[in-house]
């Protein structure tokens, strides 16, 4: 292969949370998965003798074209198993279940609501679980920005990222990537709505060892000179009951071309999608040359097969 003789094999058996890694294996797999941007050629076997199974609690495009184009360009075979009717655990025990599909599969890949349901998958299973999003993290589409943001800037220590909307599970796996790679991050979110404390105290010990400067404040302003401003829908899937109280909490907080023009010259935005425009972004920016949200979708097969790479070692 093109960087390694034989892929580095992880610390983790699993990838429910970005602090599982260390940050030399993080820069690995992004390593990884950008000589495989460059070309499969030499990576197109890799899996030839793998299976990936994946469980989707929720509806998905990027998470489920990219797992599974991105798994049969290695070689392997998907199977998409649709829970959106039927929660993990509702049939059958979690437990059962990952102690059946391991029989059959090298790796689960699963998109589920509860973090716990991962969390169970982990502990019952001898192979694998990648979390594909829980209510928690969202650590692949971490993973995915972090190439996207490698290939923007020549040195990510030197940069800052401005995280504007709703501390979610993107925004606590950008914190951690953030605090594990060494590059700034501010969180900008209406009182209320910040990233979940324990997340951040766990991005803050991480950050000690790196360098990386984490702020949380509730002043857009506070963007200012940042080198990418990030935002997310001011509404996930499973808040729609509190739409209405959101858009009035966010309304402040879209990121429009005022928002980019006080950034850093070379600014670019991002943004994990889907994307609603004329809520948390406006279109004029979403649909700008600055704009990178594409190539942070591509990035996401690529990024996500060099992690199955490592972990399948």
Known sequence: MNTMTQPMTLSSKDLLCLSQLTSQEIEQILTTAIDMKNGYGSFNTSLSDKTMVMLFEKPSLRTRMSFEVGFTKL??????????????????????????????????????????????????????????????YHPCQALADALTLKENFAD???????????????????????????FDITVISPQDYSPNAQVVRLAEKIATTTGSIIALTS?????????????????????????????????????????MANADADAIFMHCLPAHRGQEVVAE?????????????????????????????
């Open 75 to 136: 070689g392997g075979s998907a199977i998409y198993l649709d829970h959106q009717g039927n929660l993990l655990g509702e049939r059958e025990s979690i437990s059962d279940y990952a102690l059946n599909l391991e029989r059959w599969v090298d790796v689960i890949v699963s998109r589920t609501f509860k973090h716990d349901t991962l969390e169970q998958l982990a502990k019952a299973a001898s192979i694998p679980i990648i979390n594909a999003l829980s209510d928690l």
């Open 156 to 182: 990510l220590k030197q940069i800052k990222l401005a995280y504007i909307g709703d501390g979610n599970n993107v925004c606590h796996s950008l914190l951690l990537v953030a605090a594990k790679l060494g």
């Open 219 to 259: 002043d857009i302003q506070a963007a200012s000179g940042h080198h990418a401003i990030y935002t997310d829908t001011w509404v996930s899937m499973g808040q729609e009951q509190s739409q209405s109280q959101r858009h009035d909490h966010f309304a402040q907080y879209q990121v429009t071309e005022e928002v």
């Open 285 to 313: 920016v979403i649909d700008s040359p600055k704009s990178v949200v594409f190539d942070q979708a591509e990035n996401r097969m690529h990024a996500q097969n060099a992690l199955m790479l490592h972990l399948l070692a």
